[in-house]
């Protein structure tokens, strides 16, 4: 039995006590069950009784005497005892905790898929680095974090599309295309342009695209260069995502809210709002009204949109396709954006806080024989995704870079996520699942399955390691929802590790395959089904963070 399904059970106590009428009270839709810092008082607790007391206009151990006798009655519960000031410590039956891992290798994928998130459908966007040069570990960030999140939205039934807006128009897309101008005539950088071998690489490959560009007059080159160059180095950071198991349902283009009338009808909707006004000749939002700091302009005096006109109507054109939620993940250089965003969204007529939600990153740093990192051979000032790969790889960047709260800056050092040590986390938990997946192979020479569901005793799973690690596979399913409505993907990575090292105690602590000549018994089979239930948990949970489980390392 979960900690979920526990819930439902205590709801059932308290809805079958107002059944009787010994008790009169709503019957609550939500139930806290937790699990005791001392193991002595019972496998799980809940404050249930204490919530309802006021209610009920009883004292709260008397609500609580009166569900505890449903409890009783319920089946897999071994026992009820009232504690304290009213609260419940419960101890399951014998084979109720070990009935988790039954559930969990027959769900198998699914074992940890909740529906808390349910007829919710959002719009995640992230990463969105502009066209004009490879993903830097600042995008890679998000890339990890971002993926990792959808995954978890969606597993807690979510409907989740994942975007990557690009700003393909504006002045960094035309110093951008002056950048590769002038590197395909052996020029200087250009003042604000873009450096690095990369800009160099794209200039050549444009001109081998179109050899007769160089004589053509200078504007039409610098319109070639930002076609073609724009085109090459997105389809590069599409390709560098990919690589790195990241990949958009859609790519939206700026430049098509430009072409299409987008912007000026999302200015029009806020006129009609009435929180539009000009002022030096240019045109504003009135986002003061709003609460941001100062007002935004839509339109400057020469007539030309701003990015936050952009804004607007890529906003609009998000809640547009039926989004109920848009989520945004910005690094913290924009937290400026905040205010504003939510002051548009509310301009428009909607509530930002149900509409809009948006998550601030902080910067990574990486560390290597104590010093940073700051340079890529390719880039010259950055430090880019493909770099962070070369060193550590995919699976340890992921996890490394969605371990920590986006909110906390990040030293990454470079020489601990390499190792193939346990104080490196990710290979910590690798290679847990690789210790399992090599107990199962034994078995397998050995003749020895699983079996059937419904054959298998695990009421004899009563050693305290292996309680210990059966309630804290129970604690997956609570352990993702948890993580998703708080879009906190570092949850899962920090339970995983802690998962990893209660069933190395377990392994340490309890023969699972037999010695020599000792007898195979039912325990043998037993404590394969709690090693395979361990192997899902944590091949569902490197799954949400996008990491593979290897079955040999």
């Avoid at 008397?62 to 009213?86: F, K, M, N, S, W």
């Avoid at 110093?175 to 250009?190: E, I, K």
Wanted: charged letters at 25%.
């Amino acid at each position: 039995m979960t900690p979920e399904q526990l819930r439902d059970v205590v709801r059932t106590a308290v809805a079958a006590a107002v059944a009787r009428g010994v008790l009169a009270v709503e019957v609550p839709d939500e139930v806290v069950i937790e699990r005791p810092r001392n193991r002595a008082h019972g496998d799980y607790a809940t404050n249930i009784a204490l919530r309802l007391a006021k209610a009920a206009g009883t004292a709260p151990r008397a609500v609580a005497d009166l569900i505890a006798e449903e409890l009783r009655a319920q089946p897999g519960i071994g026992g009820v005892d009232v504690a304290g000031p009213g609260f419940l410590n419960i101890t399951l039956a014998q084979g109720a905790l070990g009935a988790i891992a039954v559930q969990a290798v027959t769900a198998g994928a699914a074992y940890g898929r909740t529906d808390t998130l349910a007829g919710q459908k959002l719009n995640l966007e992230f990463v969105s680095a502009n066209p004009t040069g490879p993903v830097h570990i600042g995008g890679t960030r998000w890339a990890a974090v971002g993926d990792a999140l959808g995954r978890l939205l969606e597993a807690s039934g979510a409907s989740v599309t994942r975007e990557y807006y690009f700003n393909d128009a504006g002045a960094q897309i035309d110093r951008f295309a002056l950048s590769l101008l002038a590197a395909a005539h052996g020029r200087p950088v250009p003042e604000d342009g873009y450096a690095g071998d990369y800009i160099a690489e794209i200039a050549a490959s444009v001109v081998a695209a179109e050899p007769g560009l160089l004589e053509l007059p200078e504007e039409q080159q610098q319109e070639r260069f930002r076609i073609r160059g724009v085109d090459l180095m997105f389809a590069e950071i599409k390709r560098t995502l990919a690589d790195f198991g990241v990949v958009f349902d859609v790519y939206f283009s700026e430049r098509t809210l430009h072409e299409t009338g987008a912007l000026e009808k999302a200015i029009a909707r806020l006129r009609e709002n009435g929180h539009v006004y000009e002022a030096d000749g240019a045109v504003w939002l009135r986002t003061t009204d709003f609460g941001d700091d100062k007002d935004r302009p839509l339109l400057k005096s020469d007539g030309t949109p701003t990015y936050f006109a952009a804004d607007c109507a890529y906003y609009l054109d998000k809640r547009s396709r039926g989004f109920d939620k848009v989520v945004i993940m910005l690094g913290a250089d924009h937290a400026g954006y905040v205010g504003r965003y939510k002051a548009l969204a509310a301009a428009v007529g909607d509530d930002p806080e149900a509409t809009l939600e948006i998550l601030l990153g902080q910067l990574v740093n990486l560390v290597r024989d104590g010093a940073p990192v700051r340079m890529s051979k390719r880039a010259g000032t950055v430090v880019l995704l493909e770099d962070l790969v070369e060193v550590v790889g995919a699976d340890a960047a992921r996890y490394a870079l969605a371990r920590a709260s986006v909110d906390q800056q990040i030293d990454l050092d470079l020489d601990l996520w390499s190792r193939q040590t346990n104080d490196n986390p990710v290979f910590y938990v690798q290679y847990a699942h690789a210790r399992i997946s090599s107990v199962l192979r034994n078995a397998a020479e050995l003749g020895l399955t699983l079996g059937e569901a419904g054959d298998v005793d695990v009421a004899q799973l009563t050693h305290e390691r292996e309680n210990t690690l059966l309630r804290a596979l129970g604690e997956f399913p609570r352990v993702v929802s948890a993580a998703a409505e708080l879009r906190a993907p570092h949850r899962v990575a920090r339970y995983l590790e802690e998962l990893a090292g209660t069933y190395h105690r377990f392994y340490d602590s309890c023969r699972v395959l037999p010695r020599g000549d000792e007898e195979v018994t039912s325990m043998t089979t037993s404590r394969l089904w709690l090693c395979a239930a361990t192997a899902v948990v944590l091949r569902n949970g490197l799954a949400v963070l996008g990491v593979h489980a290897p079955e040999r390392m």
